[in-house]
């Protein structure tokens, strides 16, 4: 029956003979047919269950209708659930076989062990042996149904195939990288030739813009100088008008005992009257003004009067201005009317009687006395002012005659004695310091000048030390016999000095700033020292960290490694080492590496022959704050540090005297713009040509020294004239080309000249001094050394104008570089020894404070 089914089968199929892998063929490749896709699915994840079951039936059963039955079990099987599938599942109960158990053995029926010998543990790896290889078998069968067999030419025309897709697909690669190529580099030429007619049309465009801006600053520029060309030639016109008018006025003379203020007022009349002023106004105009101004001011008319009279006028009198002038009577009288009024009071120089002295103590409200240099000042009228007038805060005794009395005074009536000066006063001892303790002594003082009292001993600093522990300001100069035990015995008790200066203390060494440790000090103050060296910067580094203004000039033992120790102090604002030949390029440029040099405000390094433009390019570079800068005889500086100095634009004041700048390097300067100050003296590589195009860029200037230049001329005084009105100070001392005409230039534009150096000008005449009387009212002090051509009667007549003048008639000396007619000394002429007659000075100075005889 079962042999005759498995005929039928073959014949309905048109196959041979199948077997069990023809079965499975078959049977897959119906379910397939009908989308029994799950079902293969899951025959495939169950194979061994799965096959073995339906196999089992297949072979057993053997149906008329095969596929019918494998519906019908399939359909049983997902029905009862996977975990529910036997291998015997798919066979009728009547037709399974009966089989043995495994473990059915001899052993078994004679000793019914069955149980004991298959233990679960064995039964589970025997299954999952048989399992296994179950799995392993029909598994490979199946693939072997499934994956049909491919030849070795089917092999290699696959391989063919993709061989010949590889080699199409690096053909494509090339030439499309060749293409890739081609059109980047396509673009990128694109984008340069792009590039470069944007560059180009941008340079045309800027070049327009540049020739438009350039035309238009040249016109405006031209307008400008034909403005003040034209301003000037009328200020000049008018000048001359006024000057002319002014002398034909004075066809009679002046008398010196005529009032100074009819002299003023000749010719003059008030464009405004300042009387209409706030009262505040007026108070701070005359504010400004000398006790000699004011009271000249008075005379005016009454309005000026009342002005005058002011009370805050008066609360400060400086007698000193007027001291050969004035009469004790004055200065009673006017001591009476303001004593009220009256806070400070300065009499230094002034030769005055007791009884003068005595009218002091009539201002009881007083707080500052200035007393210097009065050889008439007593230890008797001292008792009259220290018994009146104790709450003076300020008190100047300087290079007077006071003695222990007075010193006995201090403590007993200036209880709240702030600052005190005592210089150059020897006729006190040890024991009048001693005094400044008794009492409620002067613990408040905190400023202390003992300049020049060489009589002091270490015992007397001892005694100041116990009496005034709270000094802060130190200041001791011109004082040979300032050792560092006296500075030892000082600074036991004075914890709170913050400033000292010792000019003139050549026995001070290292061991001062040691035992100044202790302090904070914020400024130091040395000069002429030769005993100071590294060492004592080095203290300062470790002991004084808020350090701001250091002075050490002359102090020769100072080489580069003190800037180094220098570098760290992050307040230093000045430092000033003029004369300290050992610095050079290397020491300021580890100064500069440090943050010391980002609040440095003023740096003098004067004489410091080593420098060079190599310390000017870092100071450019590091000093954004620096606004006083002095490299005076630093020979090495050229045009090249000037161009490095521009970027600099903090600074203000620059002093350039005795180096190689030229006019190249005043041209590159003029674009600064901001310099205030300016010093070329002795400059020999400069010319008119340069200074002119300097003050066509500073017209802010208001310093300006060319001193010692002999090839300059009068153009650089009209340049002056022209561009700088602002001028306050001009030293032209040694310039033998200049002349009246220039100096008539000058007087007519510059009303705010205060100084005036023209020592060696050999040319200026009793012109020059008419023409600043009239133009530069504002003058105060004036140099006329070596002016040959100068006369005595006008120079005392301009004596009564200005504060302080100097005046000879002698010939230039040698030095000079040029004889009395202005021309070149030979250099034979120059080592010439001077004479006797050469070093008189025969004509006295004049000044304001002498009265004309």
């Not at 048989?130 to 290699?156: M, Q």
């Not at 400060?316 to 004055?330: A, L, M, P, R």
């Not at 007619?821 to 004049?846: A, C, F, M, R, W």
Request: proline share 3%; glycine share 4%; aromatic share 8%.
């Amino acid at each position: 029956m079962k042999a005759e089914n498995r005929l039928r089968l073959a014949k309905e199929w048109k196959m041979r003979p199948l077997d069990g892998r023809d079965i499975l063929a078959h049977i897959t490749r119906r379910m397939y047919k009908y989308n029994y896709y799950n079902i293969i699915a899951m025959l495939y994840v169950k194979m061994v269950n799965h096959l073995r079951a339906l196999l089992c039936g297949l072979l057993v059963t053997c149906p008329e209708d095969p596929l019918r039955y494998l519906e019908e079990m399939i359909t049983a099987v997902m029905e009862n659930g996977l975990k529910c599938l036997l291998w015997d599942m798919c066979i009728d109960p009547s037709m399974k076989p009966k089989i043995r158990r495994l473990s059915e053995t001899c052993m078994e029926q004679l000793f019914g062990l069955d149980d004991q010998l298959v233990t679960p543990e064995l039964m589970i790896k025997a299954c999952t042996f048989y399992t296994g290889r179950l799995l392993k078998t029909h598994f490979y069968t199946w693939r072997e149904i499934v994956i049909p067999p491919t030849t070795e030419d089917e092999l290699l025309t696959e391989k063919m195939e993709k061989a010949v897709e590889y080699d199409n697909f690096r053909l494509k690669k090339c030439v499309f990288y060749h293409w890739y190529s081609y059109v980047k580099g396509q673009k990128e030429h694109l984008k340069d030739t792009l590039l470069r007619i944007q560059q180009m049309f941008h340079c045309y465009k800027l070049i327009i813009i540049l020739t438009k801006w350039r035309d238009k600053a040249r016109h405006k520029y031209k307008k400008r100088e034909d403005e003040l060309m034209l301003k000037h030639e009328l200020q000049l016109k008018q000048w001359r008008s006024k000057l002319k008018l002014r002398v034909n006025s004075r066809e009679e003379y002046i008398s010196p005992e005529r009032n100074v203020s009819e002299v003023f007022l000749v010719g003059e009349i008030p464009e405004f009257d300042i009387s209409q002023l706030p009262k505040r106004a007026v108070s701070q105009v005359f504010s400004y003004l000398s006790l000699r101004d004011v009271v000249i001011c008075g005379q005016v008319n009454r309005s000026w009067l009342l002005m005058t009279q002011m009370s805050s006028l008066w609360n400060g009198i400086d007698f000193s201005t007027v001291k050969n002038i004035i009469t004790d009577k004055y200065i009673v009288s006017t001591l009476q009317r303001w004593r009220l009024n009256v806070l400070r009071l300065n009499f230094r120089g002034c030769v005055l009687r007791l009884k003068t002295l005595r009218s002091v103590s009539l201002c009881r409200n007083l707080q500052e006395l200035n007393v210097s240099d009065c050889p008439t000042l007593t230890d008797e009228s001292m008792r009259y002012i220290s018994e009146s007038c104790p709450g003076v805060l300020y008190l100047n005794l300087s290079n007077t005659n006071i003695t222990n009395r007075t010193m006995r005074l201090l403590p007993r009536y200036f209880h709240n004695l702030q600052n005190l000066s005592l210089a150059y006063c020897r006729k006190f001892t040890d024991k009048g310091l001693q005094y400044l303790n008794l009492g409620n002594g002067c613990h408040k003082l905190i400023y202390l000048d003992l300049s020049g009292c060489t009589q002091i001993s270490v015992q007397g600093f001892r005694n100041i030390a116990n009496s005034c522990s709270g000094i802060m300001h130190l200041t001791i100069n011109d004082m040979p016999t300032l050792t560092d035990n006296c500075v030892k015995a000082l600074v036991e008790k004075c914890h709170c000095i913050t400033s000292v200066v010792f000019i003139g203390a050549p026995h001070i060494s290292d061991c001062t700033f040691k035992a100044l440790s202790t302090c904070d000090l914020r400024k130091i103050r040395f000069e002429g020292n030769k005993r100071i060296t590294d060492a004592c910067l080095k203290f300062i580094d470790k002991n004084y960290p808020n350090i701001s203004h250091i002075y050490m000039v002359d102090c020769k033992g100072l080489t580069d490694g003190s800037l180094k120790s220098l570098s760290p102090l992050k307040q230093l604002s000045v430092l000033n080492l003029a004369n300290c030949v050992r610095i050079g390029d290397i020491g300021l440029k580890n100064f500069l590496e440090g943050p010391a040099s980002i609040k440095i405000r003023e740096l003098n390094l004067s004489n410091c022959i080593h420098l060079g433009d190599a310390s000017v390019i870092k100071l450019s570079e590091r000093c954004p704050n620096l606004n006083y800068l002095s490299l005076r005889n630093c020979e090495h500086v050229t045009d090249l540090g000037v161009e490095f100095i521009v970027n600099i634009f903090s600074l203000v004041s620059l002093d350039l005297s005795g180096t190689h700048i030229s006019n190249e390097g005043l041209m590159t300067l003029s674009r600064h713009k901001k310099l205030k100050e300016l010093s070329l003296s002795e400059c020999d590589r400069i010319t008119d040509i340069g200074i002119q195009a300097f003050c066509k860029g500073s017209l802010i200037l208001e310093h300006l020294d060319v001193s010692y230049c002999p090839q300059l001329s009068d153009d650089i005084i009209k340049a002056l004239a022209f561009y700088c009105i602002t001028l306050t100070s001009l030293s032209i001392a040694g310039c033998p080309k200049i002349t009246d005409s220039a100096m008539e230039m000058l007087s007519a534009k510059c009303h705010y000249l205060h100084i005036l150096d023209v020592s060696g000008c050999i040319l200026l005449t009793d012109q020059m001094l008419a023409n600043l009387q009239m133009g530069c009212k504002q003058l105060r002090i004036l140099k006329m050394l070596y002016c040959t051509l100068i006369s005595k009667e006008a120079a005392k007549r301009m004596s009564s104008i200005v504060q302080q003048q100097e005046y000879n008639a002698n010939d230039p000396p040698l030095w000079f570089g040029y004889d009395c007619e202005g021309k070149p000394l030979t250099e034979q002429q120059d080592t010439t020894p001077l004479k006797d007659s050469e070093l008189i000075v025969k004509e006295s100075t004049y000044s304001s404070e002498e009265e004309a005889v």
